[in-house]
């Protein structure tokens, strides 16, 4: 963009002479065209798929539906859409079309809340089905059918709900008909979260659902038999998708027509985007693409469910019903025919990746590609700040990553230390090292001494805690640059500040293993005390000397493990319940508590005929999601040891588990993940992963996850030759600056 600036000339004689002229300046433009602009553009609105919170100038592409044909959702069991905070208080409607298959003993939720309300056809054996239900508060069954849900049918379901009609009425719906309905229904109490597929933290569905709506009135008997007349062969129910926009009041509209990934949008414009954990995407069995010239073409099939694709540009090539772009640069050459298929200025024939601009060769033998700058330039082949001749290496670009821990120095020393970028960097004195936090450019870290005692290092230099047997857990720093650090001692739990011991609970079995401040300056300590009864309970204390319990199971106990704070003010504790159980005794339960106790219980990943339960380790804060690291512990059954039993690494975003890859299976299990963060959408967890394949002997190594795929932080170059127990190591604490 060309503008212009007036550029004055003073001339000195004997008179003081301005002349001034039009001087053309060359100007970039930002993405909205601004004139030297900073906007980040995207998608503004939060209704939308696409919505992009950094966002400052709307660019046009947000995305409210995502329709890419006809499918629908599987349910095995286990699987569950969280649409979120949807249903309020008082009337509603929910429908739905579903497709139950045989499952004993299955609850088949439909549409329900993690509490209060709950729409499903629980198995009923005494009749050899399940019995379409609805109701509130804990009575689930205030309406019901007198026949069972069909297996393998596509069946049209909904309840309606008026709290303003005889002090409440609930009306039950098959396939268009009433089938039961009752006055006097009190209003649900309130929930925070509306599954498809679930309620609470488990009683799934088995089957297959389309065409999930929620409105917030009771509609008419005429109004869902309208619906249900609209027909379902799966192809009829999109088409005639209208008719659920026509009705006033519609809250959430999931189509299930994306057919791939784990978002589903809502087509009522209101932006209650469904999470999908675990559910797959199905479509007919006769359902295929029936143009002959499209790439993805299906010979056999005989409903057109709208997939076709075709290829646009002169470039891609359809391979396998796949369009495959043929032109990585974007040069316009297709890269057949293109020399430098990647656009890094080496040719393919030399280029050790022809296909990535990012790597090619190390011709000045620095440790650098050459390519790292995303064109080949030996000379700006990335930095090396530390001057040892080797090229910075990073886990996430343009961050730099902190992993705290122990493992074997060079010497053959097990020994505290914590890993920049994944370069190791020993701490003095120390056995292990437990967190770590950087605040401009110092590195903080605690932990304990090789004489087991507590300590903290601020970079390299140690400190030592007063207090004898002592273990620092956690630590944090303000902005005056006092250093708090959590942990306990032989008398119990306490924390450090600048090296000031403050007592927090002693006398007795207490520990804390968190620490964290508000931004009013509010000290906050998590961790756990003995009470009376031998119970331990989960609790935190406020500036030392303010201890609140946090909530438990009846009969249960717990401990607090991490924290984390979000926006300076609500606070998050990461940790597990333990809760009786008639099989197992006491099992316990990953969790996370708010503030002053609303406890979430986090799920499973799998039956408890099969896992013993699961542990919260640390926790993270990114925008509004909250993330827990931790791991689930699974029985070992007789005769299948090598096979079964063991701790499996894993962690939780919000209430969706995603399991993490471990080492080989041995009698430890594969892993366990101890601590999370997430930076620019990219998710790192710490922790320790199995190494080898023998099953009584393989020993756990300090490890990360980004975004799921395991790395282990040890090598064996890296200890003396001969050191048998190399691998033996842990990461417990992570920091991204």
């Not at 006398?507 to 293993?513: E, I, K, P, T, V």
């Not at 127990?725 to 920091?735: Q, T």
Request: contains cysteine; charged residues 20%; proline residues 3%.
């Amino acid at each position: 963009m060309k503008t212009f600036k007036n550029v004055c000339t003073v001339i000195l004689t004997s008179l003081v002479f301005w002349t001034c002229e039009e001087d053309e300046v060359l100007l970039s433009e930002d993405c909205a065209g601004v004139a030297d602009g900073d906007a980040i553009c995207g998608c503004t609105d939060s209704a939308a798929v696409n919505y992009l919170s950094s966002a400052t100038s709307d660019d046009g592409s947000c995305v409210h539906y995502v329709d890419n044909g006809d499918f629908y959702l599987t349910f095995n069991g286990a699987d569950f859409v969280d649409v979120g905070d949807v249903l309020p208080q008082g009337a509603y409607t929910k429908a739905a079309w579903v497709k139950q298959e045989y499952s004993y003993g299955a609850p088949n939720n439909i549409v329900s809340g993690n509490e209060s309300h709950a729409f499903w056809a629980p198995w009923a054996p005494d009749d050899e089905g399940s019995k379409l239900s609805a109701g509130h508060n804990g009575s689930y069954a205030v309406v019901q059918d007198t026949d069972s849900l069909p297996t393998g049918v596509w069946t049209f379901v909904a309840v309606t709900y008026d709290p303003d009609i005889e002090s409440g009425t609930m009306t039950l719906y098959r396939n268009g008909n009433q089938v039961d309905a009752a006055t006097g229904v009190s209003p649900q109490n309130e929930s925070s979260k509306t599954y498809i597929g679930r309620y609470g933290n488990g009683n799934y569905w088995s089957g297959a659902m389309d065409e999930v709506a929620i409105w917030d009135k009771a509609l008419s008997s005429s109004d869902v038999e309208t619906l249900y007349n609209a027909g379902y062969d799966l192809t009829n129910a999109s088409e005639n998708s209208e008719d659920y926009a026509l009705l006033t009041g519609l809250k959430g509209y999931w189509r299930m027509n994306e057919g791939e990934g784990n978002t589903l949008s809502d087509a009522s414009g209101n932006g209650n985007i469904g999470t999908i954990s675990g559910a797959a995407w199905s479509t007919c069995d006769d359902c295929g693409c029936m143009d002959p010239t499209a790439c993805n073409y299906d010979s056999e099939a005989t409903v057109d469910n709208r997939t076709c694709v075709f290829v646009d540009d002169n470039c891609d090539v359809c391979v396998d019903g796949t369009i495959v772009a043929n032109d990585l640069d974007g040069d316009g050459i297709c890269d057949d025919s293109d020399d430098d298929s990647d656009g890094d200025g080496v040719l393919d024939e030399d280029d050790s990746h022809p296909y990535d601009n990012m790597a090619c060769a190390d011709a000045d033998q620095d440790g650098c590609d050459d390519c790292s700058s995303g064109y080949n330039d030996p000379s700006n082949d990335g930095p090396d700040d530390d001057g040892d001749g080797i090229c910075n290496a990073y886990i996430i670009s343009g961050r730099t990553v902190y992993i705290v821990g122990n493992s074997y120095n060079e010497e053959g020393n097990l020994t505290a230390c914590y890993w920049i970028d994944g370069s190791r960097v020993e701490l003095p004195g120390g056995a292990w090292a437990t967190d770590i936090v950087v605040v401009n450019g110092t590195v903080y870290t605690s932990g304990t001494g090789e004489a087991s005692d507590a300590c903290y290092w601020i970079n390299e230099t140690r400190y030592d805690l007063p207090g004898n047997g002592g273990e620092a857990e956690a630590i944090t720093v303000d902005s005056n640059g006092d250093v708090y650090v959590a942990g306990w001692y032989n008398d119990g739990s306490c924390y450090w500040k600048n090296g000031q011991r403050i007592d927090l609970t002693t006398n007795g079995d207490s520990q804390a293993f968190a620490v964290g401040l508000r931004s009013n300056g509010d000290v906050y300590v998590g961790g756990y005390y003995m009470n009376n009864h031998h119970y331990v309970i989960p609790c935190y204390w406020k500036n030392g000397n303010n201890r609140t319990n946090l909530s438990v199971p009846s009969g249960g106990d717990g401990e607090v493990n991490d924290m984390a704070i979000m926006d300076g003010n609500t606070r998050y504790y990461a940790g597990y319940t333990m809760k009786p159980d008639n099989f197992a005794g006491y099992v316990p339960k990953a969790c996370h508590w708010r503030n002053a106790g609303n406890r979430t219980d986090l799920p499973l990943g799998g039956s408890s005929w099969d896992i013993y339960g699961a542990y919260g380790r640390g926790i993270s804060v990114d925008g509004e999601d909250i993330y827990v690291a931790g791991y689930t512990d699974w029985y070992e059954f007789t005769g299948q040891e090598e096979t079964t039993g063991g701790s499996f690494p894993q962690y939780w975003k919000n209430s969706t588990i995603h399991d993490l890859p471990g080492g080989p299976l041995t009698n430890f299990g594969t892993g366990v993940a101890i601590d999370i963060r997430v930076a620019d959408g990219d998710v790192v967890v710490v922790g320790e992963a199995t190494r080898d394949t023998s099953y009584s002997g393989s020993q756990e190594s300090a490890c990360y996850w980004l975004n799921g795929e395991l790395h282990y932080l040890v090598n064996q170059y890296d200890v003396p030759d001969g050191l048998e127990d190399w691998e033996w190591s842990a990461a417990r604490g992570i920091f991204i600056e």
